[in-house]
């Protein structure tokens, strides 16, 4: 039977850092929703994550930082104009997709169809709780904790209902705030402002494109990036 654990307790902690390191699934609230998150460098246990939730392969998993140097260490980095939104709104509900470099051995990056790096959506929680929760554990794959279609959960409660006994552990730290997810942006040379909105989510598109222009700087199509 999976054990319920108040995500604040010490012994939560190092169990979900236990939990982790052997490969199994933890649920977690975040700043937004409840995820089902695991170790994104075993390939095993991302595995699970889809099969559970019913999550087409084509769809990748976000990795949880409780920092953004952590992006460092995992051998990511954020792409112009990328990186000036993320000073703007990390930590918080925001995903940038970062690009993988050399030695990168993350088992949720998005493969490219013509060669390019591997990609890979990160975010940063803006909460204290979720941010302690992710110093023990170290990074973290995840998604939010429901079944393919159907809303976000907002309680541990909700998340238990939509797994059950499939989850090794879950962390309560009480509702989160909604059940609207982070907004998710790439860069794109292309694309107005130099970036492509692929979900729109808590933070609005029109707040993104104004982060650009803050001081008068734009960067868009034909900028140097």
Request: with cysteine; charged share 20%.
């Amino acid at each position: 039977m999976s054990a319920v654990m108040k995500a604040a307790d010490g012994a939560a902690l190092e169990e979900a850092a236990r939990v982790v390191r052997d490969g199994g699934l933890v649920v977690v609230p975040t700043d937004t929703v409840y995820g089902v998150a695991c170790d994104p460098r075993n390939e095993a246990a991302i595995a699970r994550i889809y099969e559970l939730k019913g999550r087409p392969r084509y769809k990748p998993l976000q990795v949880l930082l409780a920092n953004e140097g952590q992006m460092a260490e995992l051998r990511l980095e954020l792409p112009a104009p990328l990186n000036r939104l993320a000073a703007a709104f990390l930590p918080g509900a925001f995903s940038p997709i970062a690009v993988a470099g050399a030695g990168c051995t993350l088992a949720t990056l998005a493969d490219t169809a013509d060669g390019r790096p591997g990609t890979q959506g990160i975010r940063v929680p803006n909460s204290a709780l979720s941010l302690r929760i992710l110093e023990a554990t170290g990074p973290l794959a995840a998604s939010s904790a429901n079944r393919s279609g159907d809303e976000s959960a907002q309680t541990v409660e909700e998340a238990q209902a939509a797994f059950g006994d499939a989850i090794d552990l879950y962390l309560d730290g009480g509702p989160t705030q909604g059940h609207v997810s982070s907004t998710v942006v790439a860069a794109d040379p292309y694309g107005c402002d130099g970036i492509a909105i692929l979900r729109e989510g808590v933070i609005p598109a029109g707040a993104i494109h104004a982060a650009l222009h803050v001081n008068g700087g734009s960067l868009g199509e034909g900028a140097a990036a």
